[in-house]
């Protein structure tokens, strides 16, 4: 049996989002959530990149860090990203293969025009768990 296994490189662009997913009724959003919302006492997430205070040009850079205190552990199995619509879809599996030790680095992403809600997750070992959502706008 042979089994492959897909390493990115240099040159690959990430679609992040489809624009059937992007078509898909977008889920409720709470109110008082502009750009970013976090909560949780579990891993620190920060965001190098990109700048969410502005609209994005195709392609962009994600750059996210994961940073612990240094007497926990970060599960990152735990990770999980989410493409907020209202029936959530999950996009962990399409970035699993760009994280390397405590960073998520996508130099090439792709998504369709318009605004995006993501959500990500992180969780210490021990349980303990950081949930982030992110807007996206895209021109």
Known sequence: MIFLIWIPSEGDALNLITPEEASQPDAPIPKGIESIKIEGNGPRIKIASP?????????????????????????????????????????????????????????????????????????????EKTVMDIVLTID
């Open 51 to 127: 700048p969410l205070d502005k609209p994005l040009k195709v392609p962009f850079v994600i750059d996210i860090l994961f940073e612990g205190l240094s007497n926990k552990s970060i599960d990152y199995e735990s990770l999980r990203v989410r493409y907020l619509k209202l029936i959530p879809i999950d996009l962990t599996n399409r970035l699993r293969h760009y994280l390397r030790e405590n960073r998520l680095l996508v130099k090439d992403v792709k998504v369709p025009q318009g605004i995006h809600r993501l959500q990500v997750l992180i969780a210490y070992t021990s349980g």
